[in-house]
């Protein structure tokens, strides 16, 4: 059985947004979240990236998936790797683009949005919306204050199904 590498999360949810927001104009952009294919991967330079989401997509234990925004689906905002653990999503990766980092990011709201995609997809396969992953452990308070994850252990958290459903009624609108 081949185990993974464990990679402590290190996002930091800047704003939980209804979507994306323009941090200069306040203007919010309606956002889709699709797999990454290997033909997305000239969209993603190693340079302007933390991660080799190349390996990532190599990896058939891990389904990888981007954000981008409606209007502009070649663009990708953020970057999502999950395992699908049978009753549960793992989060093994997730990364902004390198413009929406640090003080002159553009747009806030692109963590939130792809932890409240896994958890629509944690709820899409029947596993009530529960999600876990690893964290630095500089960062647990601040998930648990964001988020309202829960520390398990360690550096594992999980999101429960209400902490889930909330993150899911802000981005996602039935």
Known sequence: MKTSEIHPLDFEIDKLTNSIENTSTA?????????????????????????????????KTKEVYKLTTVNNPTIIQGLLSIEDKEDHIF???????????????????????????????????????????????ALIKHYQETLHATHFRGLRMFIETTAALRLISKYFKS
């Open 27 to 59: 203007e919010v952009f309606d956002t889709v979240v699709v797999r990454l294919t290997s033909k997305d991967l000239r969209f993603i330079p190693k340079s302007a990236w933390q991660f080799d989401w190349s390996n990532e997509l190599k990896d």
């Open 91 to 137: 989060m093994h990766l997730i990364e902004s683009s390198k413009f929406n980092k640090g003080k002159d990011k553009v747009y806030v709201g692109v963590p939130g949005n792809l932890v409240a995609f896994a958890c629509k997809l944690s709820f899409d396969k029947g596993y009530q919306g529960f999600l876990a992953f690893d964290a630095k452990t």
